[in-house]
């Protein structure tokens, strides 16, 4: 019998998108969507930028997607309703230097970017947030199957415990 797996957040309920510009809209990428926790990023303007427990990335976005090829990595990428600027984006990473804890993680940039409020914890807690705030237009995937199109259930723990064993 297979298993069921619990999401904490599923993007059924949004459009899934046929195309998307990385040059013009601003997105959430999201990496190992199959996996707990998944690492997430954001792109405006052609350029990414993540918060990694080695340090930050800041790559054009053709890049990424050739490392994602070529790693067979799976990426779901979320078009926000957002103005955000490559200058915006960099004033907020150049604070961090490298994610350690649930507190300071790969999401924590981004959460500041974004604006978002102190109780968004975990990916599920943003994508909810922005869900609330009409802030989604839809998602892209060219690797994620629409089955496979959620966020899964994981805990602030798991994440402490992927950055501690990343930094041993």
């Not at 052609?46 to 790559?59: A, E, I, T, W, Y």
């Not at 649930?102 to 869900?131: G, T, W, Y």
């Not at 060219?142 to 415990?161: H, K, P, Q, T």
Request: charged share 25%; aromatic share 8%.
């Amino acid at each position: 019998m297979k298993e069921q797996l619990k999401y904490e957040f599923r993007f059924d309920h949004l459009p899934n998108l046929s195309s998307i510009s990385e040059d013009n809209d601003v997105l959430i990428w999201i990496f190992h969507v199959d996996k707990i926790p998944p690492h997430i990023g954001i792109s405006s303007e052609g350029v990414f930028f993540s918060l990694k427990s080695n340090g930050k990335d800041r790559l054009p976005t053709n890049n990424v997607n050739q490392i994602s090829i070529n790693k067979g990595i799976k990426i779901l990428k979320v078009k926000l309703r957002f103005e955000l600027g490559v200058s915006d984006i960099e004033g907020v990473y150049k604070d961090y230097t490298c994610a350690i804890s649930a507190e300071c993680s790969c999401l924590s940039p981004i959460k500041k970017a974004l604006s978002m409020p102190e109780k968004v914890m975990k990916l599920s807690d943003l994508l909810n947030e922005l869900l609330e705030r009409d802030l989604i237009e839809g998602w892209y995937s060219n690797n994620v199957s629409y089955e496979e199109a959620g966020i899964r259930a994981y805990d602030i723990f798991e994440i402490n415990a992927r950055l501690k064993k990343l930094h041993a």
